[in-house]
């Protein structure tokens, strides 16, 4: 069974992460990815050093990088949590960088993990997980989905083009999902 384990992001992880951000499988749902190292460091590097609400990490399996996931209290950005609507929730974000892994499964086995072993440690106080992807983003749906995360209200963040589904799970369901990993 392959191993999930997540840390937390550095400098040196900016290469793989911009490397992963500018995939077209991944450009597709986030748009705008740093174009090199500097602007990555530029655009995340309050977050690498603790001095942002998100937190970056580095999905690895069987200690191999692979992808990133991130994650922030919804209640950071007001304007977010208006549209939400979730006081007190938890957000994250997340994606598989390296191509050949990309349509196997892979993302529910990260958030099996991720979920009830890093994320709701990281935020104890959390009545709520939340995900928000691109309503057109049909594979990460379906990801949420397997996990029991129900989709909500659609919203269109400001400055972007096209709705994402907040998608919800509470706590409890969370814990549910099996504590299979541990942050490193």
């Known amino acids: 069974m392959p191993v999930w384990t997540f840390r937390a992001m550095t ?74 609507q979730l006081p007190g929730a938890a957000g994250f974000d997340y994606l598989i960088g390296e191509p050949d892994l990309v349509g196997r499964g892979l993302g529910t086995a990260m958030l099996r993990a991720y979920v009830p072993a890093v994320l709701l440690d990281a935020h104890p106080d959390a009545p709520w997980i939340v995900a928000c992807p691109d309503a057109r983003n049909a594979a990460s749906l379906r990801v949420l989905d397997k996990l029991g995360f129900e989709q909500r209200q659609w919203i269109t963040p400001p400055g972007e083009e096209f709705a994402v589904i907040v998608c919800r799970l509470a706590r409890a369901d969370a814990n549910a999902l099996g504590n299979v990993v541990t942050s490193e």
């Open 11 to 84: 400098d040196a992880d900016l290469p793989d992460f911009v490397r992963w951000r500018n995939e077209p499988h991944v450009t597709t749902w986030f748009p705008r990815p740093p174009a090199d190292v500097d602007a990555a460091r530029d655009r995340y590097g309050a977050r690498l050093r603790g001095d942002h609400p998100t937190v970056m990490r580095v999905a690895m399996l069987d200690g191999r990088p692979v992808g990133y996931v991130q994650d922030f209290p919804v209640d950071a950005n007001d304007e977010y949590a208006v549209r939400i």
